[in-house]
């Protein structure tokens, strides 16, 4: 009756390390090429980094029943993890090294039951305008029809990574 799941992740100091020293583009491109490993949320929920360019992210994943609430359908913070990933990272694309970001709101809107019938999902961010200290991005969630699943919009905080110098190395 009991179901199981095993997984394993990598040292996240290391993606954080680089995250400091590298400009967020060049970063999550490492990070897709596997070069940076991923962070651990991603192993825990199971879901990818697959496309990054300047101001767009997109993540993806097939649910399953992991990912369920008590009424048999995936949880709403499975939703919210996919589309705050999307944008925050449309945001980190965005900034030098040195720099990073934090969200301060999600704004999210669950428009759509996810199952394991579902099929594999995708979270598509986008930076919508951008400032020195704020960023505002919204994220759709999408099936593979491209029906729109859940939206959100998020505004993040820029700010200067401490102890990291001019070139964004730490210590500098």
């Given at each position: 009756?009991?179901?199981?799941?095993?997984?394993?992740?990598?040292?996240?100091?290391?993606?954080?390390?680089?995250?400091?020293s590298?400009?967020?583009?060049?970063?999550?491109?490492?990070?897709?090429?596997?070069?940076?490993?991923g962070?651990?949320?991603?192993?825990?929920?199971?879901?990818?980094?697959?496309?990054?360019?300047?101001?767009?992210?997109?993540?993806?994943?097939t649910?399953?029943?992991?990912?369920y609430?008590?009424i048999?359908?995936?949880?709403g913070?499975?939703?919210?993890?996919?589309?705050?990933?999307?944008?925050?990272?449309?945001?980190?694309?965005?900034?030098?090294?040195?720099t990073?970001?934090?969200?301060?709101?999600l704004?999210?809107?669950?428009?759509?039951?996810?199952?394991?019938?579902?099929?594999?999902?995708?979270?598509?961010?986008?930076?919508?305008?951008?400032?020195?200290?704020?960023?505002?991005?919204?994220?759709?969630?999408?099936?593979?029809?491209?029906?729109?699943?859940?939206?959100?919009?998020?505004?993040?905080?820029?700010?200067?990574i401490?102890?990291?110098?001019?070139?964004?190395?730490?210590?500098?």
């Amino acid at each position: 009756m009991g179901r199981s799941r095993t997984y394993t992740w990598d040292d996240p100091g290391v993606t954080a390390a680089g995250a400091a020293s590298m400009a967020g583009l060049d970063f999550l491109k490492a990070m897709l090429a596997g070069r940076l490993p991923g962070p651990p949320i991603a192993a825990t929920l199971d879901f990818t980094l697959d496309e990054v360019e300047h101001g767009r992210a997109v993540f993806s994943m097939t649910p399953g029943e992991e990912h369920y609430n008590p009424i048999g359908s995936v949880h709403g913070g499975v939703y919210a993890t996919m589309l705050d990933s999307a944008a925050g990272c449309a945001v980190h694309t965005t900034l030098p090294a040195g720099t990073a970001y934090t969200s301060l709101d999600l704004s999210t809107k669950f428009l759509r039951p996810i199952t394991f019938d579902t099929g594999r999902i995708r979270a598509v961010g986008r930076v919508r305008s951008q400032g020195r200290r704020t960023a505002l991005a919204e994220a759709e969630l999408l099936d593979a029809n491209d029906r729109l699943l859940a939206h959100a919009t998020s505004s993040c905080m820029i700010f200067p990574i401490p102890g990291a110098g001019p070139s964004g190395k730490p210590g500098e």
